[in-house]
């Protein structure tokens, strides 16, 4: 079993929609879990991390950990084409430790 | 702040060369991170150095890759013989330590490797 499972997508949804993005994960020790965006042909860039469970947002995006299951999502309300891009999740078990990646969905916001 | 800086850009090379790839760190950053990123295996840590440092490079897939940083502002990543299974997008990233919160990583733009 995979460290981290994410499903690669494509995954399209029209404009103004609530967009859910998940992830498992096997390794009941990771603490840090993050939400990285990918545009093409650019580098990965950090959009929330949470630290152990619970829920945390930033504008229109809600980041949700539960542990109990090893399951993360993201929620993205009222979706904008400009949100179309890969999304990474990634988790760590310290701070400063190194950071393992899921492949990444391809998300589509369709005008 | 010009962010992580790569290059080249894009690279195309034949089976049996060496590739040399450079990475610039963002100033202050005391962490770089090299990664690369497939369609079949996402973005996987090759080696990441602290202080100029090699702190962990397990992910380095054989000895035909080696990295190196000799100072706070440079970085390289080569291959020697390049392969065709080495065709990737190559990342660099760079973080800085900050007590007490999760290091945030500024990845560059990437480097394209073709081998053919």
């Known amino acids: 079993q995979k460290e981290v499972e994410q499903d690669p997508g494509p995954l399209s949804v029209p404009e103004g929609a609530i967009v859910s993005l998940n992830c498992t994960y096997s390794?009941?020790?990771?603490?840090?879990f993050m939400w990285y965006r990918q545009y093409s042909r650019k580098g990965p860039e950090l959009l929330m991390y949470?630290?152990?469970?619970g829920n945390k947002e930033d504008g229109r995006f809600t980041a949700q950990v539960d542990k109990s299951s090893k399951y993360i999502s993201l929620f993205i309300r009222d979706s904008q084409p400009s949100d179309s891009a890969t999304y990474l999740c990634?988790?760590?078990?310290?701070?400063?430790?190194?950071?393992?990646f899921g492949k990444g969905t391809r998300l589509h916001i369709l005008p | 702040d010009a962010g992580v800086i790569q290059s080249p850009r894009h690279e195309v090379t034949e089976m049996g060369q060496e590739v040399t790839l450079r990475c610039k760190p963002i100033s202050g950053h005391n962490s770089l991170f090299w990664y690369r990123q497939t369609m079949m295996r996402g973005l996987e840590l090759l080696i990441y150095?602290?202080?100029?440092?090699?702190?962990?490079d397990s992910g380095m897939p054989e000895d035909r890759f080696s990295a190196k940083m000799p100072n706070a502002s440079f970085s390289t990543l080569k291959i020697q013989p390049s392969e065709p299974r080495d065709s990737a997008v190559y990342f660099c990233?760079?973080?800085?330590?900050?007590?007490?919160?999760?290091?945030?990583?500024?990845f560059g733009p990437g480097t394209r490797l073709t081998v053919l």
């Open positions: 990233a760079s973080s800085s330590a900050d007590r007490g919160r999760l290091d945030t990583q500024y």
């Open positions: 990634a988790m760590t078990y310290y701070r400063d430790d190194k950071i393992i």
């Open positions: 949470t630290y152990s469970s």
């Open positions: 390794n009941s020790a990771f603490q840090y």
């Open positions: 150095f602290n202080n100029n440092v090699p702190i962990d």
